[in-house]
């Protein structure tokens, strides 16, 4: 899991470590010393910690005028041992939802499992974004499969089209392009 790392393409565009608006400004990270982990395995030092043990994310891109960011994941989302949804709604949502960002592309092709526990984080999130939405791109098939079992699909929109997206193809705006498009005709 060390060799993989957040995608670093858009680096020319966009930064966390140097938007003062982002929950991650000013971070610094040594290429070397690897001192993250989910359970025994290490993973690559640019991934971003932000209160979860098996979690990490990327915030790869914010538009803070066009009100989205996209946000790359990696570890097991454990909402049932830690709360991992708790953590990233206060720590990272909140925070870039207060400088106007309402739509979410989250990325979770690294994503290995998902536990869940309630909804009520998912559910506030959900009202928290109002004319926005959050949207689940690229997750295995059976992270997928157990956020329709436990019933977040109400809150979260994901499979479908979204299962399947070549994003690192296009450019942050295209990707943002393409999945407001999807959700789009799926909200009409």
Same mark, same amino acid.
């Given at each position: 899991?060390?060799?993989?790392?957040?995608?670093?393409?858009?680096?020319?565009?966009?930064?966390?470590?140097?938007?003062?608006?982002?929950?991650?400004?000013?971070?610094?990270?040594?290429?070397?010393?690897?001192?993250?982990?989910?359970?025994?395995?290490?993973?690559?030092?640019?991934?971003?910690?932000?209160?979860?043990?098996? @979690?990490?994310?990327?915030?790869?891109?914010?538009?803070? /005028?066009? *009100?989205?960011?996209?946000?790359? $994941? %990696? !570890? +097991?989302?454990?909402?049932?041992?830690?709360?991992?949804?708790?953590? @990233?709604?206060?720590?990272?949502?909140?925070?870039?939802? /207060?400088? *106007?960002?309402?739509?979410?592309? $989250? %990325? !979770? +092709?690294?994503?290995?499992?998902?536990?869940?526990?309630?909804?009520?984080?998912?559910?506030?999130?959900?009202?928290?974004?109002?004319?926005?939405?959050?949207?689940?791109?690229?997750?295995?098939?059976?992270?997928?499969?157990?956020?329709?079992?436990?019933?977040?699909?109400?809150?979260?929109?994901?499979?479908?089209?979204?299962?399947?997206?070549?994003?690192?193809?296009?450019?942050?705006?295209?990707?943002?392009?393409?999945?407001?498009?999807?959700?789009?005709?799926?909200?009409?």
């Amino acid at each position: 899991m060390h060799d993989l790392e957040p995608h670093f393409a858009w680096i020319n565009l966009y930064s966390a470590a140097q938007d003062p608006r982002s929950p991650f400004f000013e971070r610094e990270y040594n290429e070397f010393y690897f001192d993250k982990a989910v359970y025994n395995y290490y993973i690559h030092p640019q991934w971003d910690q932000f209160g979860s043990n098996t @979690l990490y994310i990327k915030i790869l891109f914010a538009d803070y /005028q066009e *009100g989205f960011a996209i946000i790359e $994941m %990696i !570890g +097991e989302w454990n909402d049932a041992l830690y709360n991992d949804v708790m953590h @990233l709604k206060r720590e990272v949502m909140e925070i870039l939802m /207060q400088d *106007g960002i309402q739509k979410f592309v $989250m %990325i !979770g +092709e690294n994503v290995m499992n998902f536990h869940a526990s309630d909804d009520a984080y998912y559910e506030e999130w959900f009202q928290d974004v109002e004319e926005g939405w959050v949207a689940m791109v690229n997750f295995r098939d059976h992270v997928v499969q157990e956020f329709r079992r436990e019933r977040i699909d109400f809150y979260l929109n994901f499979g479908g089209e979204l299962d399947d997206i070549a994003w690192r193809t296009l450019g942050p705006r295209q990707l943002f392009a393409m999945v407001d498009g999807i959700l789009g005709r799926r909200l009409n």
